[in-house]
């Protein structure tokens, strides 16, 4: 019911909606529409009531649910499903938790996240109501070997939804989104399958929106940081988290129609932040030097020594040599 007033109040657009025209429209009492109201009110929606004229909406608060969201999707299926949580373990797993019942597309956003990871099993750190922690359901029909191109596909939408924000980010090869050489945002794409068939694919996607910098441990200070802090001003995270995802269906879709995720490529190198640098390439066995030269059609990182001979990195890290905010 509340989600009924609530769309009432902002096609009203500023004006007021009277309780009677709410009552008969929703078939509910006059009383329970006041409790409705109410409760908005405690969620941090400002309406303001006056007697015989009804009930206006003055503004809302920066909310990720799907009232709030839902408006700002131009999506077919991503999105159209949103489960908000005010805290989670981590949205990644609760998407593993729905995922046999629940359709592709689905997005699960929680305001905090209490053991919320990145890559390599690193922590993310999730304060409540700063940034934007969500994990979307992705059932490809693909092979196992392609689940990976999926980041690049994800990295492309988060700097494409970004660039719509006023942010000039940048993306460092292959889930990390850079700001001013500090890691704003982060990707993490964790597949179920078997040998042959992916029966799903869990799309996580955190970014420091509104972090402030008591959110960022002396440790990594010199390394992470938010839109707020870099640009000096505050964003609506919910443009934010909605801009992300109309561009990732629209690369995801292309990706699925085309078999091919070169339109993602093209963005991706566009806005690398590694390309054409000299960069420290870390795996388990080895440690080396080479110069950044290309993303290949497979979303791999291509790297040349100092005789010119190409290889293509698919995991490990990569680092930009002599930049201190990557080593």
């Known amino acids: 019911m509340k989600s009924e007033i609530l769309r009432f109040l902002k096609n009203a657009e500023g004006e007021f909606v009277s309780g009677?025209?709410?009552?008969?429209?929703?078939?509910?009492?006059?009383?329970?529409?006041?409790k409705h109201i109410n409760q908005l009110k405690e969620e941090g929606y400002e309406i303001e009531s006056i007697s015989r004229k009804g009930y206006k909406l003055k503004s809302a608060p920066d909310k990720l649910d799907r009232e709030e969201i839902g408006p700002l999707l131009s999506t077919e299926f991503i999105g159209r499903e949103i489960v908000y949580l005010d805290t989670v373990d981590s949205t990644n797993e609760e998407i593993k938790r729905r995922a046999d019942r629940s359709r592709e597309?689905?997005?699960?956003?929680?305001?905090?996240?209490?053991?919320?990871?990145?890559?390599?099993?690193r922590n993310w750190t999730s304060r409540k109501g700063a940034g934007i922690y969500m994990?979307?359901?992705?059932?490809?029909?693909?092979?196992?070997?392609?689940?990976?191109?999926?980041?690049?596909?994800?990295?492309a939408a988060v700097v494409k939804g970004l660039k719509e924000s006023g942010v000039d980010a940048k993306i460092k090869w292959p889930n990390d989104i850079i700001l001013k050489e500090k890691k704003v945002a982060g990707i993490l794409t964790e597949m179920t399958g078997e040998l042959m068939r992916v029966e799903y694919i869990t799309l996580g996607i955190?970014?420091?929106?509104?972090?402030?910098?008591?959110?960022?441990?002396e440790e990594i200070a010199n390394k992470a940081s938010s839109l707020k802090l870099e640009e000096k001003k505050e964003f609506e995270r919910k443009k934010i988290a909605s801009a992300v995802l109309n561009n990732f269906e629209k690369l995801y879709s292309d990706f699925l129609e085309r078999g091919s995720i070169s339109v993602s490529i093209e963005i991706c190198k566009a806005n690398s932040i590694l390309l054409g640098k000299e960069v420290r390439v870390i795996s388990r066995k080895s440690e080396m030097l080479r110069k950044a030269v290309d993303i290949n059609e497979d979303g791999e990182l291509v790297v040349e020594d100092g005789d010119g001979n190409r290889e293509s990195v698919f995991s490990g890290?990569?680092?930009?040599?002599?930049i201190h905010g990557y080593v």
């Open 20 to 34: 009677q025209e709410l009552s008969e429209s929703l078939g509910v009492s006059r009383t329970s529409i006041w």
């Open 105 to 121: 597309g689905l997005v699960v956003i929680s305001e905090e996240q209490s053991v919320g990871k990145g890559r390599l099993g």
């Open 135 to 155: 994990s979307i359901l992705l059932k490809p029909d693909i092979y196992p070997q392609d689940a990976p191109k999926i980041t690049q596909v994800a990295a």
């Open 206 to 217: 955190g970014i420091n929106v509104n972090n402030g910098i008591e959110d960022f441990p």
């Open 317 to 322: 890290e990569v680092s930009i040599r002599g």
